[in-house]
């Protein structure tokens, strides 16, 4: 690797190489030492081509979620199974991996900013914007950015685009499938918002068993299947369908941010 070479967004690898490493190992022990990840999937991050890969997930936190995913992938491809142990793993990290986040979120500090050159997609919010509802166009370039991310290599969004629990799918993750037809894999996280605060920088608790299971790729249909069959598809694999309401408590629901005893590791 050169030492100036870029990526697609300008970016010198050499530099984002080395932020990885520092990174990593700064927050290593956040899900192998302070809390505990379980993860389930680790064959599929093998088994996945080098590009047009399209991650979706639930989302929990605003950098924990991401943050440990890095930490999965370059764990799987380096050949552990199901596990994060010994963090050699980040000496030599896939480059081209990249998420999707907010532009306002990215921006809001000197840490998100250098997070964002580790990766991030920025894009503007349609729906949202400091706090409040807005309703504005998509902005053209943020979907031709995906397209970029994509055809270099894998892209975690969180389609959501909250850390709230059961929102609606956002269609513009849809409208990425049908233009891009990347392979799509599904990610359920939990644990994590028992773990930190909102923006996944502050540990709350201790000794929380986190989980991440990385499901198969979906059977997409790219040409004939709608947008809203592949945001029901979405739904269903990440576990924020309706219909899962009907079999969670909404005492459980409404109690989101309090501690799950029965997932909790005491010392």
Do not use: C
């Amino acid at each position: 690797m050169g030492l100036f070479k870029k990526n697609p967004f300008g970016h010198i690898l050499f530099l984002k190489l080395w932020l990885i490493r520092i990174m990593g190992a700064m927050t290593h022990r956040r899900f192998k030492g302070f809390n505990e990840l379980k993860i389930e999937g680790s064959d599929v991050i093998r088994n996945l081509p080098d590009t047009n890969v399209l991650f979706v997930s639930n989302h929990q936190t605003y950098f924990a979620d991401v943050v440990a995913m890095f930490h999965v992938f370059n764990a799987s491809l380096s050949g552990r199974d199901d596990n994060i142990k010994n963090i050699g793993y980040l000496w030599r990290p896939k480059l081209n991996i990249y998420y999707v986040a907010a532009k306002e979120t990215m921006k809001a500090g000197l840490l998100p900013k250098i997070m964002a050159y580790g990766g991030s997609v920025s894009i503007e919010r349609t729906w949202r914007e400091k706090g409040k509802e807005v309703n504005k166009q998509v902005k053209m370039s943020d979907v031709s950015n995906i397209t970029t991310a994509l055809n270099d290599g894998w892209v975690i969004t969180f389609p959501q685009g909250t850390t709230k629990p059961w929102n609606p799918i956002r269609r513009g993750t849809a409208h990425i499938i049908k233009q891009n037809k990347p392979i799509v894999v599904p990610i359920v996280i939990d644990g994590f918002r028992r773990s930190f605060d909102k923006k996944g920088l502050r540990i709350k608790k201790r000794g929380i068993l986190q989980s991440m299971e990385i499901k198969k790729p979906l059977d997409i249909d790219y040409e004939n299947d709608t947008m809203a069959e592949i945001v029901e598809k979405i739904e269903y694999a990440i576990e924020q369908h309706p219909s899962f309401l009907k079999v969670i408590p909404r005492e459980e629901i409404e109690k989101s941010e309090e501690l799950n005893k029965e997932r909790e590791w005491r010392y």
